[in-house]
């Protein structure tokens, strides 16, 4: 405890003479063992105090002493570090001061217990809510049990962090999440826990029929839609309700990247888009010279879809040219 009641204990005080002593004395018992249910503590929270003087005695029951310690802690209060205190902040002499015989008050903080499974059962709703999706099954496992927190009496509020609005599909790969739940009391915020899960979730996707070699065509028998597992892996299978970042494009206008082999699943990064126009075939060249038209015959130096500019070369020229695609086998010249 480094602030709050302990400023207290750790504070020496230069008291300088104090006014005309009062004439009544002041009897302070200070109470051995004391349990406060507020955080601010007050020197009438560990001492019972009499005086002949009402208002001196109000005034000394509500003097602050500083915060209370954290729930689960204690904090030693001594008996001349706190006349020192009292001397400081008052007009009363210190040998008006009658003490009991007690040396310190040890000051704890009242608490109510947190039970671990609440905080697990608010973890395990937000996760799963932040996870759902309409085509994917989730099921989220706790790790292990957070144990009992003690915390401040009063009106107990458990949050889940806030997180984006809906989790990103890149989210659904990941084997282990963790959450963290905020503990507030009276809305104020007193502890954080975090809570680790397992997570397992399933969704119907595309996986390989048969063998399938690099740069094959995507044909309907050769993929199926079964449920596959999606958390753990580097990349998320293609599903029937993506459309694979192509475009909208049908699976037969998509050609592998990798081979596959019977039973794997069909990840994004696995296709690519079949070209219009393929490296080693010929196509036609149009060169528009106001109303003249040209064209000539090219060969394709790379493959290209519509829209983009590849490199080609006329027959018997030694360099290349960009030539722009604009439908299977034609070619035009970029402006």
């Known amino acids: 405890m480094k602030h709050g009641v302990a400023s207290v204990v750790a504070t020496t005080w230069v008291v300088l003479a104090s006014a005309a002593p009062l004439p009544d004395a002041v009897a302070i018992d200070l109470q051995p063992q004391v349990e406060v249910h507020d955080v601010q503590v007050t020197l009438g929270d ?99 049990v957070p144990a009992d927190v003690p915390v401040p009496p009063g ?35 007193v502890r954080t826990v975090p809570v680790d899960f397992d997570v397992n979730a399933r969704a119907p996707a595309y996986v390989a029929t048969r063998e399938l070699t690099t740069g094959s065509t995507l044909a309907p028998d050769s993929l199926a839609v079964r449920e596959v597992e999606l958390s753990g892996r580097a990349a998320l299978p293609l599903r029937p309700t993506d459309d694979a970042g192509t475009g909208g494009d049908t699976l037969n206008k998509l050609r592998l990247r990798r081979p ?28 528009s010279q106001g109303s003249l038209q040209l064209e000539s015959r090219v060969e394709v130096l790379e493959d290209g879809l519509t829209g983009q500019t590849i490199r080609v070369r006329l027959p018997n020229a030694s360099s290349s040219i960009a030539a722009r695609v604009v439908g299977p086998g034609k070619l035009e010249m970029p402006l």
């Open 46 to 144: 560990v001492a019972r105090i009499r005086a002949r003087d009402p208002q001196l005695q109000a005034e000394l029951i509500g003097l602050p002493l500083g915060r209370a310690p954290l729930a689960g802690e204690r904090v030693r209060l001594r008996r001349d570090v706190l006349q020192r205190w009292i001397v400081a902040r008052t007009d009363i002499d210190p040998q008006q001061i009658d003490w009991s015989d007690t040396a310190y008050s040890e000051i704890r903080l009242a608490t109510q217990m947190l039970s671990g499974d609440r905080i697990v059962h608010c973890a395990s709703d937000d996760l799963s809510a932040w996870l759902s999706r309409s085509d994917a099954q989730v099921r989220v496992d706790v790790v292990a």
């Open 155 to 189: 009106v107990l509020t458990l949050k889940a962090r806030q997180r984006s609005p809906r989790a990103s599909d890149a989210a659904l790969l990941a084997k282990r999440m963790s959450v963290w739940v905020d503990v507030l009391v009276n809305g104020a915020l």
């Open 260 to 287: 596959l082999v019977a039973g794997d699943a069909l990840s994004r990064s696995d296709v690519e888009r079949v070209p219009v126009v393929t490296r080693g075939e010929w196509a036609m060249l149009n060169d």
